[in-house]
T-cell receptor, first 115, second 109 residues
Framework: DTGVSQNPRHKITKRGQNVTFRCDPI?????LYWYRQTLGQGPEFLTY????????KSRLLSDRFSAERPKGSFSTLEIQRTEQGDSAMYLC?????????????FGQGTRLTVV | GENVEQHPSTLSVQEGDSAVIKCTYS??????FPWYKQELGKGPQLIID?????GEKKDQRIAVTLNKTAKHFSLHITETQPEDSAVYFC????????FGKGTSLLVTP
């Protein structure tokens, strides 16, 4: 499968615990994005990387959230001291920036439930 | 920031009929307008997109139109089939996308 891969698919954690999600983008895609989606809503942009550089962070990304893409390939999203409001689907997408196209392809997402 | 409004929130059509979903956006700098289909438990799937220098684009049963002056764009699905049933999202922006709230489309046989 050459699509965007996210792990784990589901995560249940207790409030106050830290969680980390992983995203493997489509091979050779230089841009990687994280979005959050709550029930009945569209995805909301959190942050994006071009290669290993994190170029933009949404105001939705509080200090408890950190994302990395150390070698410009896979990325991790960590949430520290989780809160019930963090419960959502966390989506990763990747794209290959060219002059003509910025189509972003999404993974299946990681569903986080904070109890 | 960018605001994307999407209508209707739910749409029910009979198999073979057409479905139209409309979106408006607020940021005149937006130049890219994709549409995504999301099935239950899955990530959004890109189905068609249009750039700001084009007014219309078609791919088999799916078409998208863009009116930059009025800041609105629409998705048209013709000859709908039950497997078209899903939630459809419009989005606008550049590298970071702003999504609408989605339209739940139900195609009944």
């Amino acid at each position: 499968d050459t699509g965007v891969s996210q792990n784990p698919r589901h995560k249940i954690t207790k409030r106050g615990q830290n969680v980390t999600f992983r995203c493997d983008p489509i091979s050779e895609h230089n841009r990687l994005y994280w979005y959050r989606q709550t029930l009945g809503q569209g995805p909301e942009f959190l942050t994006y990387f071009q290669n290993e550089a994190q170029l933009e962070k949404s105001r939705l990304l509080s200090d408890r959230f950190s994302a990395e893409r150390p070698k410009g390939s896979f990325s991790t999203l960590e949430i520290q001291r989780t809160e019930q409001g963090d419960s959502a689907m966390y989506l990763c997408a990747s794209s290959f920036r060219t002059a003509l196209s910025t189509e972003a392809f999404f993974g299946q997402g990681t569903r986080l439930t904070v109890v | 920031g960018e605001n994307v409004e999407q209508h209707p929130s739910t749409l029910s059509v009979q198999e073979g009929d057409s479905a139209v979903i409309k979106c408006t956006y607020s940021d005149s700098a937006s130049n890219y307008f994709p549409w995504y289909k999301q099935e239950l438990g899955k990530g959004p799937q890109l189905i068609i997109d249009i750039r700001s220098n084009v007014g219309e684009k078609k791919d088999q049963r799916i078409a998208v139109t863009l009116n930059k002056t009025a800041k609105h764009f629409s998705l048209h699905i013709t000859e709908t089939q039950p497997e078209d049933s899903a939630v459809y999202f419009c989005a606008s922006g550049g590298y970071a996308l702003n999504f609408g709230k989605g339209t739940s489309l139900l195609v009944t046989p």
